[in-house]
């Protein structure tokens, strides 16, 4: 009796403890207020009465009334603590500003929600083609030590410049966060970037609603689906990553979770050239090192479906086709440094024959542009972004130069073409900046070797091959580099000759990794102890652009206008059958 009278007192209890935190229900609309739109661009349009599952949800647009301006009937759906009412796949065709009101009436309560679209009329044509190209995490530092490194500079001067600084018709400052956080993720950026429209981290092509299954949340159609639908061009994804890492993804998939990887690799069919890394997805799970969670050989699809398959840089050389999948590593490709200098088999790991970005650019090109209605191409240099996160700046420095000649590829195209819009930015930065230089002709080392103001000298990379990579990643005088963000860590200031680690994780914290500098000092923490990597950072991010329609680029910009930038320059009409 006393046990059941405890019981029912303790159940009684928690009932007024959930009703006390049980929050005002709330009413969120998605796309977002501010959201900006292509005419015609396809949506699905959502909202959720998040808290109470008996809502009943009114939508006006305009003072219209939802269903009768889209001529659809909306999917209506109720759990116990959530209303969803749905279009799918609508379109605004007009240009203007839109205010989209919603209602939900529960419990003799109503709730009110008001959000504003702006709707933009599509361009005439400029440019038949578009390449954008995404140094992955290539901050404004990034951009400068690769300067320093491929052209060097003397007495105060540049010996030249970078080829991404001489796309020149449009300079601008983009802003990178996402709707839900400052500091964003490649996903959620290069979704912006793929469909106008801000995401959340870990998000691509899609606004967040509460479906736990990552592949229903509110679409946003994206570039890929826009170029094909409306004009018949082609589509490229080229990386040193993963084809199914973020930056390619965003441009074709759409889902919550950039890990749904297995889903990724299929939704690359929809791209005609694909190149990088991350075979492991595409072959079945019961070859070894693969990473699928089912039998599907993606491979064999491909190859059925037309395109020519491509495992090294001698098959890539020799492919021929309208479309290209080239695989060329299990995981991320290695890096320009290990991959075409060092060569060490150890960090290779079987893939010795792996092609170049300007390569495998050079090849998308030559296939995308047999297309008469143009093509979309997206360059990533992935690895400048990797690098820094294990805070490995030469290899993140070789890798942005070699990003750049492959942007040189591109120029050289364009040069011939007179048509084609380049597009050279990033996605986030680093906190990395370049604190002066490093040396120990005096004896000294550590910090004490760090030369700032005046006795930051000059370093000596030297390019005598002229082939634009510094012939020695450690010269007698190097950079000094500095990092804003990272976990316990040891600094030599020394280059590695193996990409290292700076932190290992044991339990829910970082150690730092002595393997890193065994002659280091450590350098203690300065982001939370559960982060075993240097982090992204809110930095604006350059961007260059040259070529018809590039003018839309100035000032401080929002990175979904790089979206708009892109549909403006090939005059996209969605709105157009
Ligand atoms: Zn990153």
């Not at 993140?396 to 084609?420: L, N, P, Q």
Request: glycine residues 8%; charged residues 25%.
């Amino acid at each position: 009796m006393f046990l059941q009278r405890l019981l029912l007192a303790v159940s009684v209890l928690l009932l007024y403890a959930s009703a006390a935190m049980a929050a005002d229900p709330e009413l969120v609309v998605l796309p977002i207020d501010r959201a900006k739109f292509l005419a015609g661009q396809k949506f699905d349009l959502e909202v959720e009465f998040r808290g109470a599952g008996e809502g009943e949800i009114k939508l006006l647009i305009d003072g219209s009334d939802a269903a009768k301006l889209f001529g659809k009937t909306p999917v209506i759906k109720h759990s116990d603590t959530l209303s969803s009412y749905r279009f799918n796949d609508v379109t605004l065709k007009n240009s203007g500003v839109f205010k989209v009101e919603a209602t939900a009436t529960a419990g003799g309560k109503t709730y009110k929600k008001n959000v504003s679209y702006t709707v933009v009329a599509p361009q005439s044509t400029k440019a038949k083609n578009v390449i954008l190209f995404i140094g992955d995490g290539m901050g404004l530092p990034s951009r400068q030590i690769a300067r320093i490194l491929s052209k060097g500079i003397t007495q105060g001067k540049y010996n030249g410049l970078l080829d991404m600084e001489l796309l020149n018709d449009g300079t601008a400052l983009i802003n990178t966060s996402g709707y839900d956080s400052l500091v964003t993720d490649s996903a959620n950026s290069a979704s912006a970037y793929a469909t106008g429209h801000k995401s959340v981290v870990n998000a691509m092509g899609v606004y967040e609603n509460s479906d736990p299954d990552p592949l229903a949340h509110p679409k946003v159609e994206n570039i890929a689906e826009l170029v094909k639908r409306t004009r018949g061009m082609s589509v490229g994804l080229v990386t040193t990553s993963n084809i199914t890492d973020a930056t390619p993804a965003a441009m074709v998939a759409h889902t919550r979770r950039r890990a749904e990887q297995n889903f990724i690799a299929g939704e690359m069919l929809k791209a005609d050239v694909v190149m990088g890394g991350g075979s492991w997805q595409f072959i079945p799970q019961s070859t070894p090192g693969s990473r699928r969670k089912d039998d599907r050989n993606l491979i064999e699809e491909f190859k059925s479906k037309g395109y020519t398959f491509a495992g090294a840089r001698q098959e890539l050389a020799s492919a021929t086709g309208d479309k290209i999948l080239g695989l060329f590593n299990l995981d991320n490709m290695n890096v320009y440094l290990d991959r075409e200098i060092l060569k060490n088999p150890d960090v290779l790991g079987g893939f010795t024959d792996q092609p170049n970005l300007m390569e495998m650019t050079r090849k998308a090109i030559d296939t995308l542009s047999k297309n008469k209605n143009g093509f979309f191409l997206m360059v990533e240099g992935a690895c400048i972004d990797k690098q820094l996160h294990i805070m490995d700046w030469q290899r993140s420095a070789y890798d942005t130069i070699e990003f750049d000649k492959a942007i040189a590829v591109a120029r050289e195209f364009a040069a011939r073409d007179g048509s084609t819009l380049i597009i050279a930015t990033a996605d986030h930065s680093h906190g990395v900046s370049i604190v002066g230089t490093y040396h120990e002709r005096d004896g000294k080392n550590g910090r004490e070797a760090v030369r700032t103001y005046a006795n930051s000298i000059y370093p000596t990379f030297a390019d005598a091959n002229g082939d634009g990579f510094p012939d020695d990643p450690a010269p007698d005088v190097t950079l000094a580099i500095g990092y804003a963000n990272h976990p316990d860590y040891y600094e030599d200031f020394k280059f590695h000759t193996k990409p290292t680690a700076p932190a290992i994780m044991s339990g829910d914290a970082a150690t730092a990794n002595i393997a890193r500098a065994p002659d280091g000092v450590m350098y203690r923490g300065n982001i939370p102890v559960n982060e075993s990597q240097e982090v992204h950072t809110a930095d604006d991010v350059p961007l260059s652009a040259a070529g018809p329609g590039a003018d839309y680029f100035k000032g401080v910009m929002d990175n979904t206008e790089v979206f708009f930038g892109i549909v403006r320059a090939l005059g996209l009409d969605p709105t157009k059958k």
